[in-house]
Protein backbone atom coordinates (compact mmCIF):
# COMPACT_ATOMS: atom_id res chain seq x y z
CA UNK A 1 0.00 0.00 0.00
CA UNK A 2 1.31 3.24 -0.65
CA UNK A 3 1.65 6.16 1.55
CA UNK A 4 0.44 9.52 0.57
CA UNK A 5 2.47 11.54 2.55
CA UNK A 6 5.43 9.16 2.44
CA UNK A 7 5.24 9.37 -1.28
CA UNK A 8 4.90 13.30 -1.40
CA UNK A 9 8.34 13.45 0.51
CA UNK A 10 9.93 11.41 -1.31
CA UNK A 11 8.59 13.30 -4.52
CA UNK A 12 9.79 16.33 -2.76
CA UNK A 13 13.37 14.54 -2.12
CA UNK A 14 13.67 13.82 -5.81
CA UNK A 15 13.24 17.16 -6.72
CA UNK A 16 15.25 18.66 -4.57
CA UNK A 17 18.12 15.73 -5.31
CA UNK A 18 17.59 17.12 -9.47
CA UNK A 19 18.37 20.39 -8.18
CA UNK A 20 21.34 19.67 -6.38
CA UNK A 21 20.12 20.28 -2.73
CA UNK A 22 21.31 17.40 -1.85
CA UNK A 23 21.15 18.21 2.51
CA UNK A 24 17.29 18.96 1.41
CA UNK A 25 17.14 15.85 -0.22
CA UNK A 26 17.98 13.59 2.42
CA UNK A 27 15.66 15.04 4.77
CA UNK A 28 12.95 14.40 2.78
CA UNK A 29 13.98 10.70 1.82
CA UNK A 30 14.28 10.02 5.43
CA UNK A 31 10.93 11.11 6.28
CA UNK A 32 9.43 8.93 3.47
CA UNK A 33 11.22 5.90 5.37
CA UNK A 34 9.77 7.14 8.78
CA UNK A 35 6.23 7.80 7.38
CA UNK A 36 6.47 4.96 5.22
CA UNK A 37 7.05 2.84 8.26
CA UNK A 38 4.94 4.58 10.43
CA UNK A 39 1.16 4.56 8.61
CA UNK A 40 2.34 1.73 6.05
CA UNK A 41 4.00 -1.60 5.85
CA UNK A 42 6.58 -1.19 8.45
CA UNK A 43 9.42 -1.63 5.76
CA UNK A 44 10.49 1.29 3.89
CA UNK A 45 9.64 0.89 0.00
CA UNK A 46 13.14 -0.36 -1.63
CA UNK A 47 13.51 2.95 -3.71
CA UNK A 48 13.37 4.97 -0.27
CA UNK A 49 16.03 3.30 1.55
CA UNK A 50 18.55 3.72 -1.97
CA UNK A 51 17.68 7.49 -2.05
CA UNK A 52 18.33 7.61 1.21
CA UNK A 53 21.59 5.96 0.94
CA UNK A 54 22.65 8.11 -1.79
CA UNK A 55 22.35 11.26 -0.32
CA UNK A 56 23.81 10.12 2.98
CA UNK A 57 26.81 9.40 0.41
CA UNK A 58 26.57 12.75 -1.42
CA UNK A 59 26.55 14.54 1.49
CA UNK A 60 30.12 12.86 2.64
CA UNK A 61 28.30 11.05 5.56
CA UNK A 62 28.12 7.96 7.36
CA UNK A 63 29.61 6.14 3.99
CA UNK A 64 29.49 2.71 4.94
CA UNK A 65 25.82 3.02 6.02
CA UNK A 66 25.04 4.84 2.87
CA UNK A 67 26.24 1.77 0.97
CA UNK A 68 24.64 -0.56 3.55
CA UNK A 69 21.19 1.05 2.43
CA UNK A 70 21.46 1.20 -0.77
CA UNK A 71 22.48 -2.54 -0.69
CA UNK A 72 19.85 -3.62 1.23
CA UNK A 73 17.43 -1.65 -1.62
CA UNK A 74 18.56 -3.55 -4.49
CA UNK A 75 18.41 -6.77 -2.00
CA UNK A 76 14.69 -5.59 -2.43
CA UNK A 77 14.40 -5.15 -6.05
CA UNK A 78 17.42 -6.28 -7.50
CA UNK A 79 15.64 -5.90 -10.65
CA UNK A 80 15.30 -2.07 -10.45
CA UNK A 81 18.51 -0.54 -12.42
CA UNK A 82 18.23 2.99 -10.79
CA UNK A 83 18.30 0.97 -7.47
CA UNK A 84 21.44 -0.88 -9.24
CA UNK A 85 22.27 3.06 -10.33
CA UNK A 86 22.05 4.79 -6.77
CA UNK A 87 24.13 1.56 -5.44
CA UNK A 88 27.18 2.04 -8.08
CA UNK A 89 26.97 5.68 -7.31
CA UNK A 90 27.22 5.26 -3.78
CA UNK A 91 30.05 2.79 -4.22
CA UNK A 92 31.74 5.42 -6.64
CA UNK A 93 31.67 8.29 -3.96
CA UNK A 94 33.78 5.37 -1.38
CA UNK A 95 36.50 5.07 -4.09
CA UNK A 96 35.37 1.43 -4.40
CA UNK A 97 35.67 1.15 -8.33
CA UNK A 98 35.78 -2.68 -9.13
CA UNK A 99 31.83 -2.62 -6.91
CA UNK A 100 31.08 0.32 -8.66
CA UNK A 101 31.44 -1.02 -11.98
CA UNK A 102 30.02 -4.37 -11.48
CA UNK A 103 26.52 -2.57 -9.87
CA UNK A 104 26.23 0.00 -12.78
CA UNK A 105 27.19 -3.10 -15.30
CA UNK A 106 24.24 -4.94 -13.75
CA UNK A 107 21.75 -2.41 -14.05
CA UNK A 108 22.83 -1.80 -17.14
CA UNK A 109 22.27 -5.25 -18.64
CA UNK A 110 18.48 -5.06 -16.95
CA UNK A 111 17.91 -1.59 -18.72
CA UNK A 112 19.97 -1.22 -22.08
CA UNK A 113 20.84 2.54 -22.32
CA UNK A 114 19.81 3.92 -18.94
CA UNK A 115 20.93 7.17 -19.09
CA UNK A 116 22.54 7.64 -15.67
CA UNK A 117 24.23 3.85 -15.90
CA UNK A 118 25.81 5.01 -19.64
CA UNK A 119 27.29 8.29 -18.49
CA UNK A 120 28.73 7.10 -15.37
CA UNK A 121 30.21 4.33 -17.25
CA UNK A 122 31.71 6.23 -19.61
CA UNK A 123 32.89 8.96 -16.79
CA UNK A 124 34.98 6.03 -15.38
CA UNK A 125 36.27 5.36 -18.32
CA UNK A 126 38.69 2.41 -19.08
CA UNK A 127 41.33 1.12 -17.21
CA UNK A 128 44.60 1.13 -19.22
CA UNK A 129 46.89 -2.67 -18.63
CA UNK A 130 49.47 -2.66 -16.59
CA UNK A 131 52.72 -1.48 -17.37
CA UNK A 132 54.24 -4.34 -16.54
CA UNK A 133 51.52 -7.18 -17.26
CA UNK A 134 53.49 -10.04 -15.22
CA UNK A 135 52.82 -8.45 -12.29
CA UNK A 136 49.69 -8.19 -10.52
CA UNK A 137 48.02 -4.30 -10.90
CA UNK A 138 48.65 -3.63 -7.34
CA UNK A 139 51.88 -4.62 -7.22
CA UNK A 140 53.79 -1.43 -6.21
CA UNK A 141 56.05 -1.28 -9.10
CA UNK A 142 52.85 -0.94 -11.55
CA UNK A 143 50.91 0.89 -9.19
CA UNK A 144 53.81 3.50 -9.30
CA UNK A 145 54.06 3.38 -13.27
CA UNK A 146 50.29 3.61 -13.49
CA UNK A 147 50.73 7.52 -11.72
CA UNK A 148 53.77 8.24 -13.32
CA UNK A 149 51.81 7.81 -16.88
CA UNK A 150 48.62 9.34 -15.49
CA UNK A 151 50.40 12.21 -14.64
CA UNK A 152 52.60 12.34 -17.40
Known amino acids: ?4 VAEESFEK ?7 GRQREALAFFEASIELECKYGSGRPQARYLSHYGLCLALVGRRRHDSIKFCREAVAM ?3 NADLLWNL ?6 ADQRREAYAALVKGLRLEPGHRGIVHDLRS ?7 LLPFLSRSNPVNVLFGRLRQTG
Do not use: I, N, S, W
Not at 1 to 4: A, D, G, S, Y
Open 1 to 4: MLVR
Open 124 to 130: MGLRKKP
Open 88 to 93: GRTLLL
Open 77 to 79: EGY
Open 13 to 19: GLAALDE
